[in-house]
């Protein structure tokens, strides 16, 4: 009997806007469903219910799109870069965009570990003028601390969120609209949403768009 030759995988892709309502969970289950359209047999884990293994680096919240979101999977079978990412995009639902595959040592580390930061580009509709804004976003990055509440898991808890906010600016301003660029804390240690950032330079309402630009490893 053979031995199935194990490979493990890095892909970025892109979850674009007609996949921004996904769930996590139904993300997963979207690339299983590729993996299998594509016939690249993936490895499962042991146990009384095995899992494919494929692991997504990080949830991607309802409404958000991705454009460098990354995932490993494990395959039981050899396949050349630039095969896999033809086979999987020839079945890919529109919306699901691969853009690079490499692979990587089967005992590399797992994505969540090495996650630190990640970057964001969020749209607004605002009636305040740009300089306010402006002005906003420099009062918060010179403070030392910014207490803020928010919910977690139905609770109400207080943090500091200035030191969870790696840099932030004002990427352009016109026409009742802003675009802020964001680079946030993401890792077990410490971790921030865009809407917690804006709620705090009293940017209210829903932003028309939350885009996750980057994804940043502690090898960075």
């Given at each position: 009997?053979d031995?199935?030759?194990r490979q493990?995988w890095?892909?970025?892709?892109a979850k674009?806007k007609?996949?921004r309502?996904?769930?996590?969970?139904?993300l997963h289950r979207?690339?299983?469903?590729?993996f299998?359209?594509?016939?690249i047999?993936?490895a499962?884990s042991?146990g009384f219910?095995p899992?494919?293994?494929?692991q997504?680096a990080?949830?991607?919240?309802?409404?958000?799109?991705?454009?460098?979101?990354?995932?490993d999977?494990?395959?039981e079978?050899a396949?050349e870069a630039e095969?896999?990412?033809?086979?999987l995009?020839?079945v890919?639902?529109?919306?699901?965009r691969?853009i690079?595959?490499h692979p990587?040592?089967?005992?590399a580390?797992?994505?969540?570990t090495?996650?630190?930061?990640?970057e964001y580009?969020v749209?607004i509709s605002?009636s305040?003028p740009c300089?306010?804004?402006a002005?906003?976003?420099?009062?918060?990055?010179?403070?030392a601390h910014f207490?803020?509440?928010?919910?977690?898991?139905?609770?109400r808890?207080?943090?500091d969120l200035r030191?969870?906010?790696d840099?932030?600016?004002?990427?352009r301003?016109?026409?009742?609209?802003?675009?802020?660029w964001?680079?946030?804390?993401h890792s077990?240690?410490?971790?921030?949403?865009?809407?917690?950032?804006l709620?705090?330079?009293?940017l209210?309402?829903t932003?028309?768009?939350?885009?996750r630009?980057?994804l940043i490893?502690?090898?960075?």
């Amino acid at each position: 009997m053979d031995v199935p030759v194990r490979q493990r995988w890095r892909i970025t892709f892109a979850k674009e806007k007609p996949l921004r309502y996904i769930s996590h969970l139904d993300l997963h289950r979207t690339w299983e469903r590729v993996f299998r359209r594509a016939g690249i047999r993936v490895a499962y884990s042991q146990g009384f219910n095995p899992q494919p293994r494929i692991q997504l680096a990080s949830a991607l919240p309802l409404g958000y799109v991705g454009s460098a979101e990354v995932m490993d999977v494990i395959l039981e079978e050899a396949i050349e870069a630039e095969e896999l990412v033809s086979r999987l995009q020839a079945v890919a639902p529109v919306g699901l965009r691969i853009i690079a595959a490499h692979p990587v040592p089967l005992q590399a580390p797992a994505l969540q570990t090495q996650l630190c930061q990640a970057e964001y580009c969020v749209q607004i509709s605002t009636s305040l003028p740009c300089e306010e804004i402006a002005r906003r976003i420099t009062a918060f990055l010179s403070a030392a601390h910014f207490t803020q509440e928010r919910t977690r898991q139905r609770r109400r808890e207080m943090i500091d969120l200035r030191p969870l906010v790696d840099d932030l600016r004002l990427e352009r301003c016109a026409d009742g609209e802003a675009v802020l660029w964001m680079r946030l804390s993401h890792s077990p240690r410490g971790a921030v949403r865009p809407e917690t950032v804006l709620e705090a330079l009293g940017l209210v309402g829903t932003p028309s768009r939350i885009e996750r630009t980057r994804l940043i490893w502690q090898e960075d």
